[in-house]
């Protein structure tokens, strides 16, 4: 019986592994640095934003997607203009801002801005 | 082969290979493929259809739900002592950890699409394994 049990937790163990390495974990050159402050800075009191990542290829981009939880009374082309103040911040130019809104396939774009 | 190894290969060990080749070939960013090779997907985010975007983002889950939920099934009916209630446990598994996901941020991601396939994946497994082997 024992041995049984212990097949048990072998298995739980091992899909929980598995679990743990599909987490997100690319490497951080210079770019995702940024990119990662960009995130932390316009995730500061702002509950509704998941993430911000690059999203079209060759990396490094001109594009930054945000992803965000639609909420009632934001603004989101007065989001994407913050989101475009703090990359600049950052030393990232002339980006694309995308603010695409979660649990859509595919993503809704809520807002979008060229920034200058 | 004997049933119980044809279960495991059908239901638990092809649905991971399926899911590893999906993160292998569209979603490279994850740790363990960054471990194997870095490399780009095959497909930009930007440029998914919806039926694209669900095979590559809930397809991984769902096989990893549906292998999960398939290997305790089996497990439940190799060990021949019935525990009460064992599939509300495996369906609370799949379901925690999904949830789970909303609380890693930003190295995982809550979706509800994600949550879909992964009680779908639960359901499947029960109706071809746990259903299957209580006939």
Not at chain 1, 9 to 38: H, M
Not at chain 1, 70 to 96: E, H, P, V
Not at chain 2, 42 to 65: E, K, R, T
Request: charged share 15%.
């Amino acid at each position: 019986m024992q041995h049984k049990k212990t097949i048990f937790f072998l298995l739980l163990t091992g899909y929980a592994l598995l679990y743990i390495a599909t987490s997100k974990q690319a490497p951080c050159n210079d770019d995702c640095e940024k990119t990662g402050r960009v995130f932390r800075e316009l995730s500061t009191n702002r509950t509704y934003v998941y993430g911000v990542y690059r999203c079209t290829l060759p990396r490094p981009s001109d594009t930054l997607c945000v992803l965000v939880r639609d909420t009632s009374g934001i603004n989101w082309n007065m989001f994407a203009d913050t989101a475009c103040n703090i990359a600049t911040q950052q030393g990232l130019l002339q980006q694309k801002i995308f603010i695409l809104k979660n649990g859509t396939n595919p993503y809704d774009t809520l807002a979008k801005k060229l920034c200058q | 082969m004997n049933p119980l190894a044809k279960s495991i290969a059908l239901h638990s060990i092809l649905p991971l290979l399926i899911g590893f080749l999906l993160y292998f070939f569209f979603r490279p960013g994850v740790a363990f493929i960054q471990w194997i090779d870095k490399r780009e997907p095959l497909l930009p985010l930007h440029q998914l259809n919806q039926v694209q975007h669900w095979l590559i983002y809930s397809g991984p889950d769902f096989c990893w739900c549906y292998s999960l939920s398939a290997a305790l099934f089996t497990w439940h009916q190799w060990q021949k002592k019935p525990v009460r209630f064992f599939w509300v446990f495996v369906l609370l598994l799949v379901v925690m950890q999904e949830i789970l996901q909303g609380w890693l941020l930003p190295h995982f991601t809550f979706d509800w699409t994600d949550m879909i396939a992964a009680i779908l994946a639960f359901w499947l497994s029960y109706l071809f394994v746990r259903q299957k082997h209580a006939a």
